[in-house]
């Protein structure tokens, strides 16, 4: 508790209290536009409210997630999200998404970051150029593989028949069997950089005498990476692998632009919002809002939990 | 054996960076194609003409659309700033109870996905009379801009020495002096960085552009050349995409070039050492 006014205020109470009013504006802006929305989505979900109509909706309990009617004939039909195959497709489809793009990004941005961290001449020039997929617009990248993946002008084909590699011009976008190679090579090519990065910065935080002691006693570089480096980078690479989990897991416009309407490709974020939006299912789409939000809350306790990484960053 | 190994190494750096780079070349060359042309597959640039550019700025709303991605953009970033500098120097310079539990609640605020908060957003703006204006969009990319902002300048704030402070003190300052005269100095590569982060993250967002505005003339770049398409499916304008495509991306890619090492420090600020 704050003293009363009579009393002067010690140095640290005031500065605390000075704290607190600062941090006022923060809070209520976040709890204006997180917190209070985020309750009315997961509130929606357990209603009967329509795009059209806001405040018109009825509470249904679970009925979006799983409800069931016993037919005369005894049968019992159930409905709701939870049986919903359109959904478990997108569960499906976007942990298969996440699980691969990001180990394909943490194994290529290590290699990246252990190019760049070696000394070559025009090492700058290099570092520039990685920086210029993640400069750009994910909607641009997806046009812009888009048109590279193009079934008939592609110069992806083009490349692939003139190098004998394709014995045919592929839809790489539309059919369901690459759709979702089309859209995990674009992640990875524009995600790729930022992994590099963050592993690039734990690499330089290793002291180049231990590299050169490993030199002098003569072990093979690959066994000093799994023995030395790998160890060392971990927390970097860590962090780096979560952040881009919880990205990856709520992927939504690559996807939208690239595949769309392509059930081979469909996440989700994509399934949600076309429910809320498009379909007029808005409480349906809200409980599939709120069932993607538990999944990534359950990720991040569970890796809170496993205390492998100190995200609060203190007492480092 | 020196040689082989040392031209495999340069053999790498070739391969990163040309797929770094190839699909925005290729989206530049294909861009100053016209006609027919466009349908041939070109390595090389062949043609040079502007017609998909002019087609781009003078039909339409494109400009409209540039105008509103630049206004939503800078308002953006300077809203959160503001909110986040005085934020953030209560987060790194004072200790209070609870605030390890602030920093976790706001870092999490900044992962969650974007489609749990849509719906209850969609109502908010709805409820405020926001929809189909810039200012839904300003409103609504706080969620994902201030958490970052604040989190990256706390982690900057509590590297600077105390001692700063503390003189301030003695002499009797402020808070708010203290913030204004002898933090914001200091603070011009944090801001900047932070700045443009955000500047970034507004510009290329979608979910909410795409849901929130509904007319040619309120939405944002990207959900314009998402949606820009031609009479039947079968007649996408991919020259005037690409037009479109490297206009945006242009000043965006020099701004990152110029800021490339405080780019690089503000994310692993935001991401490693956060």
New interface residues.
């Given amino acids: 508790m704050l003293p009363s006014s009579s009393q002067p205020l010690t140095l640290q109470a005031q500065r605390i209290r000075a704290a607190m009013w600062f941090l006022v504006p923060m809070i209520a802006a976040l709890a204006i536009t997180a917190a209070w929305p985020l309750a009315r989505t997961i509130y929606f979900g357990f209603t009967d409210t329509s795009l059209t109509d806001l405040y018109g909706g009825q509470w249904v309990g679970f009925d979006n997630y799983l409800n069931w009617r016993t037919l005369s004939s005894g049968r019992v039909i159930f409905r709701g999200t939870l049986v919903d195959p359109g959904w478990w497709n997108a569960v499906w489809n976007t942990v298969r998404f996440a699980v691969i793009s990001v180990s394909f990004e943490a194994v290529l941005g290590m290699i990246v970051a252990l190019v760049l961290n070696a000394e070559f001449k025009g090492r700058g020039l290099v570092r520039a150029a990685i920086l210029i997929p993640w400069a750009i617009p994910t909607i641009v990248s997806a046009r812009m593989w888009g048109w590279m993946l193009n079934d008939q002008f592609g110069m992806i084909n083009d490349l692939g028949l003139k190098l004998g590699l394709l014995s045919e011009k592929i839809a790489w976008t539309a059919s369901p069997d690459t759709a979702m190679l089309a859209i995990l090579v674009v992640d990875i090519w524009k995600t790729t950089p930022f992994m590099a990065l963050l592993c690039l910065a734990g690499l330089q935080m290793i002291p180049r005498e231990i590299y050169e002691s490993c030199k002098v006693d003569g072990i093979h570089p690959v066994r000093v990476f799994f023995s030395v480096t790998l160890p060392l980078v971990r927390p970097a690479l860590m962090v780096a692998i979560i952040f881009r989990t919880l990205d990856a897991l709520r992927i939504f416009d690559l996807v939208y632009v690239l595949t769309p309407n392509s059930s081979a490709t469909k996440t989700m974020s994509v399934i949600a919002r076309e429910n809320l939006i498009e379909f007029d299912k808005f409480a349906y789409g809200s409980a599939q809002s709120t069932l993607l939000f538990l999944l990534i809350a359950l990720f991040v306790i569970f890796y809170i939990w496993l205390g492998r990484v100190n995200l609060s960053g203190e007492g480092r | 054996m020196r040689l082989v190994k040392q031209s495999l ?2 053999f ?2 070739g391969i ?2 040309v ?3 190839f ?2 070349y ?2 530049v060359v ?1 861009s100053f194609k016209t006609g027919t042309s ?4 070109d ?1 090389w640039p062949t043609t040079f003409a502007w017609d998909n550019y002019l087609a781009v700025l003078q039909q339409g709303s494109f400009p409209r659309n540039i105008f509103n991605s630049i206004f939503v953009a800078i308002l953006t970033v300077v809203l959160s700033l503001l ?2 500098v ?2 953030s ?3 790194a310079r ?1 200790s ?1 109870r609870g605030r ?1 539990l ?3 609640t ?4 900044s ?14 703006v ?1 409820f405020l009379g926001l929809h189909n204006t810039p200012w839904s969009l300003i ?2 990319y ?2 994902f801009t ?2 970052f902002t ?1 989190w990256v300048l706390t ?1 900057f704030m509590r590297d600077l020495p105390m001692e700063l402070e503390e003189a301030a ?1 003695v002499d009797g300052a ?3 002096v203290i913030i204004a005269q002898v933090f914001l100095p200091l603070m011009w590569p944090a801001l900047v960085t932070t700045g443009l982060l955000a500047f ?1 993250g507004a ?2 967002e ?2 909410f552009a ?2 929130f505005t509904s007319s040619n003339s309120t939405r944002t ?3 314009a ?2 949606l820009l398409s031609g009479a039947s499916q079968h007649e996408i304008p ?1 020259g005037s ?2 037009a479109a ?1 490297v206009i ?2 242009v000043p ?2 020099i ?3 110029i800021f ?1 090492r405080k ?2 420090a503000g ?2 600020a935001g ?4």
């Fill in positions: 190494f340069y790498l750096v990163i960076v797929v770094s780079i699909p925005f290729y989206a294909t466009i349908f041939q597959v390595y909110f986040a005085t934020a120097y209560a987060l004072v209070f390890g602030l920093l976790l706001i870092l999490s605020v992962m969650f996905p974007q489609i749990a908060v849509l719906a209850g957003l969609f109502e908010l709805r409103f609504s706080t969620v201030l958490p604040v982690t003190i402020s808070p708010v970034i510009w290329n979608f979910l795409l849901t770049v990207p959900v050349i998402a991919w995409i690409m495509s945006v991306t965006l890619v701004l990152v070039l490339q780019i690089v994310l692993t991401g490693v050492k956060g």
